[in-house]
């Protein structure tokens, strides 16, 4: 089965993100793990609730069958409020809120060579930016 090929490498990925996080804010925090499938072209949409004047840092991975997947941060009025867009399989950014309330994370799958790829994507709240961008 492919889940079963692919999946110790998520668990591998959401340990080197949480100590990208914590090398730079011990004190950060997870506070949201979301994991999934989605087919090539297709996005996955997580409601998440954030507080103005915190920082937050978002992470997206995808198992080996999937060569691109974006990140992408919507406001409650739909706004884009912040993404990760580029060709590659590990998109991040990190945001501080400056209101608060929910917001829509969205995974899209550009790049997946199996009828469905794998996903999961973090967020990790903290007190400084872990990301110069």
Same mark, same amino acid.
């Given at each position: /089965? *492919? %889940?079963?090929?692919?999946?110790?490498? @998520?668990p591998?990925? *959401?340990?080197?993100?949480? #100590?990208?996080?914590?090398?730079?804010?011990?004190?950060?925090?997870?506070?949201? @793990?979301?994991?999934?499938?989605? %087919?090539?072209?297709?996005?996955?949409?997580?409601?998440? =609730? @954030? $507080? %103005?004047?915190?920082?937050?840092?978002?992470? +997206? #991975?995808?198992?080996?069958?999937?060569?691109?997947?974006?990140?992408t941060?919507? +406001? %409650?009025?739909?706004r884009?409020?912040?993404?990760?867009?580029? #060709?590659?399989?590990?998109?991040?950014?990190?945001?501080? +809120?400056?209101?608060?309330?929910?917001? $829509? @994370?969205?995974?899209? /799958?550009?790049?997946?060579? $199996?009828?469905?790829?794998?996903?999961?994507? =973090?967020?990790? /709240?903290?007190?400084?930016?872990?990301?110069?961008?």
């Open positions: /089965m *492919q %889940a079963f090929e692919n999946g110790p490498w @998520l591998e990925a *959401q340990k080197i993100n949480r #100590d990208i996080v914590h090398r730079k804010d011990a004190q950060a925090r997870q506070i949201h @793990l979301f994991s999934g499938r989605a %087919a090539k072209e297709q996005n996955r949409s997580h409601q998440v =609730q @954030l $507080t %103005a004047g915190k920082y937050y840092s978002f992470f +997206a #991975d995808c198992d080996y069958s999937c060569s691109d997947i974006d990140l941060l919507k +406001a %409650a009025d739909g884009v409020v912040k993404e990760n867009s580029d #060709d590659d399989d590990f998109p991040m950014f990190g945001w501080r +809120a400056n209101r608060t309330g929910t917001y $829509t @994370l969205t995974v899209t /799958m550009p790049k997946c060579s $199996t009828e469905q790829c794998e996903y999961s994507s =973090q967020v990790f /709240m903290g007190t400084k930016p872990v990301f110069n961008r």
